[in-house]
């Protein structure tokens, strides 16, 4: 096991991804020996098979048993590369049943758009137009309603909201880069012309007001206003306030999924991938799901039959 961590490691998983990839394997050598199979490279596919079947008889999900064999797969990987099997006895086992993508209601562009209007920055006390906290707040809400921009028109995760430094930001262009990761590849997206302006005041007013009220030097873009640099919570608060504006917001990643499900109306299905930052067509692909949904939808309100 310790040459196999060694391999992940070579390979660029991560710790965590070795932790649950190793722990498969674990498993599964340990119910290799209640079978009285000693020698792994001995192990054929029907083993593999009788392996998914006393995972289902204890009740294991079927989404856990196919993370099982891909991790199981990588190790049989391995032992081809060390010449010590010839076969990967997990090729070509697939488990059934497992629902691939979460369908959401899909918002259209017009509730995305009453969803940003709606959303105000301003927070008016009786008397009082500033009180620390509440200047603190409307700070808050400018930086959200920044964030809220690039949900709906550049239809960006959470994560890569998180991740975005300063210099990302092309205003003079007009454009504004991600940065790619494991999920996703690298890509530049056209900003809107109202969402220029706006993060110009944002970067020359409201951020620097975040960056005095904090204390700190940073080249993020988007700063939280607690001592924590976590920056989760102020994605799981936007997420409450946009519900109580239109209680069919279920999380941001509906918004995502809404605005990609939107762009395939409008062009072609390479384009959507680059636009999404995809690395897979496949994933892009699996978003027309949610138009069939719509469409099964429409045929149930209006058809005459």
């Known amino acids: 096991m310790e040459k196999f961590t060694e391999y992940l490691i070579i390979k660029a998983y991560s710790k965590r991804s070795i932790e649950s990839i190793t722990k498969a394997v674990e498993y599964f050598l340990r119910w290799s020996e209640q079978e ?3 020698d792994i490279t001995e192990v054929s596919h029907n083993d593999v098979m009788a392996y998914v079947k006393c995972c289902n008889a204890k009740g294991t999900g079927r989404k856990t048993v196919a993370h ?5 797969k990588k190790y049989f990987e391995f032992l081809q590369e060390e010449g010590e099997v010839n076969d990967n006895p997990c090729s070509n086992i697939k488990i059934k049943g497992i629902k691939r993508k979460v369908l959401y209601e899909i918002l259209t562009m017009q509730e995305l758009e009453s969803l940003y209007n709606s959303y105000s920055t301003e927070i008016k006390i009786e008397g009082v137009k500033y009180a620390p906290p509440q200047q603190i707040n409307e700070l808050s809400r400018k930086r959200n309603k920044m964030i809220l921009g690039l949900l709906i028109w550049q239809g960006l995760r959470s994560e890569e909201i998180t991740r975005l430094e300063l210099q990302d930001l092309k205003l003079r262009e007009g454009k504004i880069f991600i940065a790619g990761s494991k999920r996703t590849n690298e890509r530049t997206l056209k900003l809107e012309s109202h969402q220029i302006f706006d993060l110009l005041d944002y970067v020359n007013e409201t951020r620097k007001q975040l960056l005095e009220h904090r204390q700190i030097t940073t080249t993020k873009l988007f700063i939280g206003t607690g001592s924590s640099e976590r920056f989760s919570n102020t994605m799981s608060y936007l997420n409450k306030q946009l519900h109580q504006i239109n209680n069919k917001v279920k999380d941001l990643k509906q918004i995502r999924t809404s605005v990609i499900t939107h762009w395939l109306k409008l062009y072609n299905l390479r384009k959507v991938q680059v636009m999404a930052g995809h690395r897979y067509v ?3 692909e699996s978003y027309k799901a949610n ?5 099964k939808e429409d045929i149930k309100n209006y058809h005459p039959f």
């Open 36 to 38: 009285n199979i000693h």
């Open 68 to 72: 099982y064999i891909m991790h199981l």
């Open 282 to 284: 496949s994933s892009t």
């Open 291 to 295: 138009n069939m949904e719509e469409l």
